[in-house]
């Protein structure tokens, strides 16, 4: 944190549930993790106080466990919590998709500004080649902005935001398995460029394609965990 800048007790609360989410989607912090407000509260030398509401935060957000005699730890997500997700993102965006298609047949269509579709656009770009690359470290950032960004074009911000933590969720429940899996490449959707062009053109039954194929795809890991192993867990950090 900058020497420079004022930090409030808000702020340092969310800097510090920035920071934590960032490490639990990295696998920094692997799901079953147990740690206490006192641990972390040393490990960022600050007081108890605000460590607490941004554990408090994030386990309102679904990726923190408390225990009143333990702490905290890390939300550990199931295969059938992977599918449940995958499952209610189509739901979603299945409706989002009805809603814009009914808007652009209106009289009054919606005009999505060039700057923002640009936007969508080098997201896209930058998700698409760190997939291609089976770069996770890079991939989620870009991944959760690009899909952020263009929920945010068709989408009120209550729904905008749910889909944001599904995604969260997600990756939180994959980066477990991705990290050690020597095929990540093959498990990582490319399929960015293709969605924000389809996007851009209006193209409503190309989107349906390109989302329908990323279902597909999202399951069919989803298949494949099944017959693998749980990822092992602990209160270590990876290797």
């Known amino acids: 944190m900058p020497a420079s800048a004022p930090v409030t007790r808000s702020t340092l609360r969310q800097q510090i549930a920035d920071a934590l989410r960032d490490e639990v989607l990295a696998g920094r912090l692997q799901p079953g993790r147990e740690f206490t407000v006192k641990q972390i509260a040393e490990?960022?030398?600050?007081?108890?106080?605000?460590?607490?509401?941004?554990?408090?935060?994030?386990?309102?957000?679904?990726?923190?466990?408390?225990?009143?005699h333990k702490g905290f730890r890390v939300h550990q997500f199931t295969v059938r919590d992977y599918r449940d997700m995958v499952e209610g993102r189509a739901l979603v965006v299945d409706g989002i998709l009805r809603r814009h298609k009914a808007r652009e047949a209106g009289p009054a269509r919606p005009c999505v500004p060039e700057a923002a579709l640009g936007s969508v656009r080098r997201r896209a770009e930058a998700a698409a080649r760190a997939a291609r690359a089976g770069d996770l470290d890079v991939l989620i950032g870009y991944d959760l902005r690009f899909w952020r960004e263009l929920a945010g074009l068709v989408a009120n911000h209550y729904i905008a935001d749910f889909l944001h933590r599904l995604r969260v969720h997600a990756w939180v429940?994959?980066?477990?398995?991705?990290?050690?899996?020597?095929?990540?490449?093959?498990?990582?959707?490319?399929?960015?460029?293709?969605?924000?062009?389809?996007?851009?053109?209006?193209?409503?039954?190309?989107?349906?394609?390109?989302?329908?194929?990323?279902?597909?795809?999202?399951?069919?890991?989803?298949?494949?965990l099944e017959r693998l192993p749980a990822p092992r867990t602990g209160p270590e950090h990876p290797a």
């Not at 030398?45 to 679904?62: I, M, N, W």
């Open 43 to 68: 490990q960022y030398g600050v007081s108890a106080t605000p460590v607490r509401e941004a554990l408090v935060d994030l386990s309102a957000q679904g990726l923190l466990d408390s225990d009143q």
């Open 173 to 224: 429940f994959a980066v477990p398995y991705l990290r050690g899996d020597r095929r990540v490449r093959d498990w990582l959707w490319s399929g960015h460029e293709e969605l924000a062009d389809a996007f851009a053109a209006g193209d409503a039954g190309r989107l349906v394609a390109v989302l329908d194929a990323y279902h597909v795809h999202s399951l069919s890991w989803a298949d494949h």
